[in-house]
């Protein structure tokens, strides 16, 4: 059939939907060829020109095309709703339509995330796919923004009902097809007045779910102080609404990471720094200053974070969210799992009711326990990630302050037992595709997100010995008075109204439950990774000697020796922690002796060592500090640790200092440097630094050089080292890098760093002390570039 012109008159509209429609059938007599207008309408979406949506074909045409291609009739309700969604429209019969359209997505996305996928694989074209690309995404957006248009200086308004439905659907269709997403992020100004729908409680669960994809897929990070009335928005929102709109505030305030891992090179870093500073702070350094500037927001948060689950939202209100729940996706999941332990423990009481001669009580109106601990959980989670972000922050001297004064870490000590360690049940929630173990488990990764919130919590701040009681504290003191040193000034300042209660405190219980952690248990890291936080900074005896007297040292050992740990970083976290709790300690050097006491387990013990440098520096480090100390000192019990224990005699040998000079050198690059192995430099630097002091640089240079001719690769290892040393200059030494962290590491002034450095760098080939009088003129290679732009 050839299509006959539009007749004068007919209507600029009318003519240009018969041309489409001659399009879309291929302008030929025939039937229309498949797919064809899919291909078309693909195209029209992807240029913005053609065919984009269901408006521009005529009714009749799309019913008789879907008896064909089977679109589950959601083009003609196209059509439909947006004739019926126009300005002046009253919006009835358009929220009829959306009910009609709503269940032909929402069964196909249930499928879709449950990957029971018979549903989506009947069709070839998906009902959201249809409905994507027959316009109706970008039809719902408008038909959202229709409250931000103004008629005579009023401005129109949609029921929360109506919004409520949009939102599900513009979800379903995100989550089945590919694109959507982040067609929806690229339009910013739409994701900004999401924010304003979160004020009806009826559509909060829903928009913050949407946000919370679309951010998730975002380019570029919004920026809150964009959010109109941020401050009155988060001040309105109740407890249960302020937890869910943490899961959104972690997107915001957390630095975008590009997943590429040169970026993560110290290199790529310190360039990025450089560009930054030119450009002002980052969207999420400015994300959390607004947040820091509502009003109360950090107090609530800590009352989230330490509310108990008898305190939390009562069983109608939460069994509301729940069914809210079922119609989001991720969400419905974990509310299926919920409901399994429900029946579970519904079965049980009923059990019981019934032997007991007890009524038997709904599990709709009697909430089980375990769903109520399971969903306190869950809200947990994404506070303590938020703490944890803003406590990494620019403005971390002002968070600490405040999570010590509304006393987080007294409420989380409190809760460690009953919810944070809990024993896990036989019906403990697990997500739909995971297992208990898995570290996506809300148990798990609430346990992770806590061990994180203690270790940035300590680092390096006074406030940590807010984790010890009042007891505990006083046992510190009683340390240092035995010890004739004079105590902690930080320890004489800790506001003692603000410390943990009860006959434990928080790091006394997280040793406890480090020591009976299994072997395999992803745990280890993390845990040793907080407790070498409340070690780090400026050595303290008593501190050491309270973990001592707890039996973490012998803890550590039979980690690492006894049961022969493999992997990697449990193995470094246990011996960052080793090395802080055995520096400068003559006690913890006996226990050691003590606790390996046969050349069968030193010999284990080194071989853990020798495995990874990159793992272990930081130990070799410490006990090279602490042998060089100990020689210095004049006292029976040094003398007596000095010829007894194996680990310090045989870091004295020179060969053996050689040896880990030469691989520690030899295992880093400029290009290769990372936060992680940067350790590695600066622990060669510690070894040339007290061979300095007794005037033996010379001869370690001298014996590095032999080493290398002897590995056939003369000046391989020194041109290396002088990049390296180039490098450590421009790292450290700038304006904004804080030196404090290498004094208090090893006790040497940070000038003395410098001076040692500079001595190494000298260009004066005359020099016993410069590397260039150890590299041949053959093999020097000193002036590499090796700057990134």
Same mark, same amino acid.
């Given at each position: 059939?050839a299509?006959?012109?539009?007749?004068?008159?007919?209507?600029?509209?009318?003519?240009?939907?018969?041309?489409?429609?001659?399009?879309?059938?291929?302008?030929?007599?025939?039937?229309?060829?498949?797919?064809?207008? $899919?291909?078309?309408?693909r195209?029209?979406?992807?240029?913005?020109?053609?065919?984009?949506?269901a408006? +521009?074909?005529?009714?009749?045409?799309?019913?008789?095309?879907?008896?064909?291609?089977?679109?589950?009739?959601?083009?003609?309700?196209?059509l439909?709703?947006?004739?019926?969604?126009?300005?002046?429209?009253?919006?009835?019969?358009?929220?009829?339509?959306?009910?009609?359209?709503?269940?032909?997505?929402?069964?196909?996305?249930?499928?879709?995330?449950?990957?029971?996928?018979?549903?989506? +694989?009947?069709?070839?074209?998906?009902?959201?796919?249809?409905?994507?690309?027959?316009?109706?995404?970008?039809?719902?957006v408008?038909?959202?923004?229709?409250?931000?248009?103004?008629?005579r200086?009023?401005?129109?308004?949609?029921?929360?009902?109506?919004?409520?439905?949009?939102?599900?659907?513009?979800?379903?269709?995100?989550? *089945?097809?590919?694109?959507?997403?982040?067609?929806?992020?690229?339009?910013?100004?739409?994701?900004?007045f999401?924010?304003?729908?979160?004020?009806?409680?009826?559509?909060?669960?829903?928009?913050?779910?949407?946000?919370?994809?679309?951010?998730?897929?975002?380019?570029?990070?919004?920026?809150?102080?964009?959010?109109?009335?941020l401050?009155?928005?988060?001040?309105?929102?109740?407890q249960?609404?302020?937890?869910?709109?943490c899961?959104?505030?972690?997107?915001?305030?957390?630095?975008?990471?590009?997943?590429?891992?040169?970026?993560?090179?110290?290199?790529?870093?310190?360039?990025?720094?450089?560009?930054?500073?030119?450009?002002g702070?980052?969207?999420?350094e400015?994300?959390?200053?607004?947040?820091?500037?509502?009003?109360?927001?950090?107090?609530?948060?800590?009352?989230?974070?330490?509310?108990?689950?008898?305190?939390?939202?009562?069983?109608?209100?939460?069994?509301?969210?729940?069914?809210?729940?079922?119609?989001?996706?991720?969400?419905?999941?974990?509310?299926?799992? $919920?409901?399994?332990?429900?029946?579970?423990?519904?079965?049980?009481?009923?059990?019981?009711?019934?032997?007991?001669?007890?009524?038997?009580?709904?599990?709709?109106?009697?909430?089980?326990?375990?769903?109520?601990?399971?969903?306190?959980?869950?809200?947990?989670?994404?506070?303590?990630?938020?703490l944890?972000?803003?406590?990494?922050?620019?403005?971390r001297?002002?968070?600490?302050?405040?999570?010590?004064?509304?006393?987080?870490?007294?409420?989380?000590?409190?809760?460690?037992?009953?919810?944070?360690?809990?024993?896990?049940?036989?019906?403990?929630?697990?997500?739909?595709?995971?297992?208990?173990?898995?570290?996506?488990?809300?148990?798990?990764?609430?346990?992770?997100?806590?061990?994180r919130?203690?270790?940035?919590?300590?680092?390096?701040?006074?406030?940590?010995?807010?984790?010890?009681?009042?007891?505990?504290?006083?046992?510190?003191?009683?340390?240092?008075?035995?010890?004739?040193?004079?105590?902690?000034?930080?320890?004489?300042?800790?506001?003692?109204?603000?410390?943990?209660?009860?006959?434990?405190?928080?790091?006394?219980?997280?040793?406890?439950?480090? &020591?009976?952690?299994?072997?395999?248990?992803?745990?280890?890291?993390?845990?040793?990774?907080?407790?070498?936080?409340?070690?780090?900074?400026?050595?303290?005896?008593a501190?050491?000697?309270f973990?001592?007297?707890?039996?973490?040292?012998?803890?550590?050992?039979?980690?690492?020796?006894?049961?022969?740990?493999?992997?990697?970083?449990?193995?470094?976290?246990?011996?960052?922690?080793l090395?802080?709790?055995?520096?400068?300690?003559?006690?913890a050097?006996?226990?050691?002796? &003590?606790?390996?006491n046969?050349?069968?387990k030193?010999?284990?013990?080194?071989?853990?060592?020798n495995?990874?440098?990159?793992?272990?520096?930081?130990?070799?480090? *410490?006990?090279?500090?602490?042998?060089?100390?100990?020689?210095?000192?004049?006292?029976?019990?040094?003398?007596?640790?000095?010829?007894?224990?194996? $680990?310090?005699?045989?870091?004295?040998?020179?060969?053996? +200092?050689?040896?880990?000079?030469?691989?520690?050198?030899?295992?880093?690059?400029?290009?290769?440097?990372?936060?992680?192995?940067?350790? *590695?430099?600066?622990?060669?630097?510690?070894?040339?630094?007290?061979?300095?002091?007794?005037?033996?640089?010379?001869?370690?240079?001298?014996?590095?050089?032999?080493?290398?001719?002897?590995?056939?690769y003369p000046?391989?290892?020194?041109?290396?080292?002088?990049?390296?040393?180039?490098?450590? +200059?421009?790292?450290?030494?700038h304006?904004?890098?804080?030196?404090? *962290?290498?004094?208090?590491?090893?006790?040497?002034?940070?000038s003395?760093?410098?001076?040692?450095?500079?001595?190494?760098?000298?260009?004066?080939?005359?020099?016993?002390?410069?590397?260039?009088?150890?590299?041949?003129?053959?093999?020097?290679?000193?002036?590499?570039?090796?700057?990134?732009?």
């Amino acid at each position: 059939m050839a299509a006959a012109p539009a007749a004068a008159g007919s209507g600029a509209g009318r003519g240009r939907r018969a041309a489409a429609t001659v399009a879309a059938w291929g302008g030929w007599g025939g039937r229309p060829r498949p797919g064809n207008i $899919l291909l078309q309408l693909r195209q029209g979406q992807l240029t913005g020109r053609g065919l984009v949506r269901a408006v +521009q074909f005529t009714e009749t045409f799309l019913t008789e095309r879907d008896k064909q291609s089977k679109w589950s009739g959601i083009p003609q309700l196209l059509l439909k709703l947006y004739a019926t969604s126009h300005l002046h429209s009253d919006f009835i019969e358009c929220q009829n339509i959306l009910k009609e359209i709503s269940p032909l997505l929402s069964m196909e996305a249930m499928a879709f995330v449950t990957e029971e996928r018979k549903l989506t +694989q009947e069709t070839t074209y998906p009902n959201t796919y249809i409905f994507d690309l027959f316009g109706g995404v970008d039809l719902l957006v408008e038909i959202l923004m229709r409250p931000t248009i103004s008629i005579r200086g009023q401005k129109l308004k949609i029921s929360d009902e109506m919004s409520k439905d949009c939102l599900s659907i513009l979800y379903n269709t995100c989550v *089945c097809t590919e694109g959507v997403t982040k067609r929806l992020a690229e339009k910013n100004d739409f994701v900004i007045f999401l924010f304003t729908l979160m004020t009806s409680k009826k559509t909060f669960l829903q928009t913050a779910t949407l946000i919370e994809d679309i951010l998730g897929v975002k380019k570029e990070m919004i920026r809150l102080d964009e959010v109109p009335n941020l401050s009155s928005l988060v001040s309105n929102f109740d407890q249960q609404q302020l937890a869910n709109f943490c899961r959104i505030l972690a997107v915001t305030i957390s630095e975008m990471d590009t997943g590429n891992d040169d970026k993560h090179t110290l290199l790529a870093k310190n360039a990025q720094q450089k560009k930054s500073l030119s450009l002002g702070p980052s969207a999420a350094e400015i994300n959390q200053a607004a947040l820091l500037s509502i009003p109360g927001f950090v107090e609530r948060l800590c009352k989230l974070a330490t509310r108990k689950v008898s305190e939390s939202t009562g069983t109608a209100s939460f069994l509301q969210e729940l069914e809210e729940w079922y119609t989001w996706l991720d969400n419905a999941l974990v509310l299926d799992a $919920l409901m399994r332990v429900a029946n579970e423990e519904s079965e049980h009481s009923q059990g019981a009711s019934e032997e007991n001669g007890l009524p038997h009580t709904s599990a709709r109106t009697q909430l089980p326990q375990s769903m109520k601990i399971m969903h306190e959980i869950m809200y947990k989670l994404e506070v303590l990630y938020v703490l944890c972000v803003l406590l990494m922050g620019r403005q971390r001297n002002q968070v600490h302050r405040m999570i010590a004064e509304f006393k987080l870490i007294p409420g989380l000590n409190n809760l460690f037992d009953k919810l944070i360690w809990r024993k896990h049940s036989a019906s403990a929630l697990v997500l739909h595709g995971h297992n208990q173990n898995c570290d996506c488990s809300p148990d798990i990764t609430l346990k992770i997100q806590f061990l994180r919130l203690l270790q940035s919590f300590s680092d390096h701040h006074e406030n940590k010995y807010l984790l010890l009681n009042n007891q505990e504290l006083n046992e510190l003191s009683a340390i240092s008075l035995k010890a004739n040193i004079p105590e902690v000034e930080a320890v004489l300042n800790t506001d003692r109204s603000l410390v943990c209660d009860g006959k434990r405190g928080l790091l006394t219980r997280l040793l406890q439950v480090m &020591k009976k952690e299994p072997a395999e248990s992803s745990f280890r890291f993390w845990q040793a990774r907080a407790v070498e936080s409340f070690l780090r900074g400026t050595t303290s005896y008593a501190d050491q000697m309270f973990l001592l007297k707890r039996g973490l040292l012998e803890h550590i050992l039979y980690c690492i020796v006894d049961s022969e740990c493999k992997s990697r970083d449990v193995l470094q976290s246990y011996f960052d922690l080793l090395g802080e709790l055995m520096k400068f300690n003559v006690d913890a050097f006996k226990r050691f002796n &003590k606790y390996i006491n046969t050349d069968a387990k030193f010999q284990v013990f080194l071989k853990q060592i020798n495995s990874s440098l990159v793992d272990s520096n930081m130990l070799v480090r *410490c006990v090279t500090l602490s042998l060089d100390r100990f020689e210095n000192q004049v006292d029976m019990k040094v003398a007596e640790v000095l010829s007894e224990c194996r $680990l310090l005699a045989y870091i004295s040998q020179v060969p053996t +200092q050689m040896s880990f000079l030469f691989r520690l050198i030899n295992i880093i690059h400029v290009q290769t440097l990372t936060q992680e192995n940067v350790s *590695c430099l600066n622990t060669s630097l510690v070894i040339l630094m007290l061979a300095r002091r007794k005037e033996r640089l010379p001869l370690y240079l001298r014996l590095l050089q032999r080493m290398e001719h002897s590995k056939k690769y003369p000046g391989f290892l020194l041109n290396n080292f002088h990049n390296l040393l180039r490098f450590w +200059q421009q790292h450290y030494l700038h304006k904004d890098k804080d030196s404090t *962290c290498l004094e208090n590491s090893s006790c040497i002034s940070f000038s003395y760093w410098k001076e040692t450095v500079s001595i190494l760098l000298n260009p004066d080939r005359q020099s016993p002390s410069a590397l260039v009088s150890y590299i041949e003129e053959p093999y020097m290679d000193i002036d590499r570039d090796f700057t990134e732009e």
